[in-house]
């Protein structure tokens, strides 16, 4: 077998046709939803118990949320040109 196969998406099962496009689950769908879940769930479990000093369940999902809204204001910052923005009020405008 090639080294490829592993990357091949297969389509699990078809939800039916819309204007002759099919639409299906396939095992990429699958894998991404298991990391939406996993990621989920480590969130809601840090995030329980609240304490003013962070425990080890609260540290592991910090640095998942800094890289998000640093590639979040990375990309925002290419798109307007490299001004800075500071906040949500301002990725609106």
Known sequence: MDPIH????KN???FGKIGGVEIAFTN????????LAVITLLM???TARR???PGRMQAIPAPIYFAAVGSMRELLSRVTNGR???GPGEWHR
């Open 6 to 9: 592993q990357f091949q998406i």
């Open 12 to 14: 699990l099962f078809t």
């Open 51 to 53: 304490a003013v000093v």
């Open 28 to 35: 990429s769908a699958l894998f991404m939803l298991i990391a």
């Open 44 to 46: 809601i479990g840090a």
């Open 84 to 86: 800075a923005l500071s």
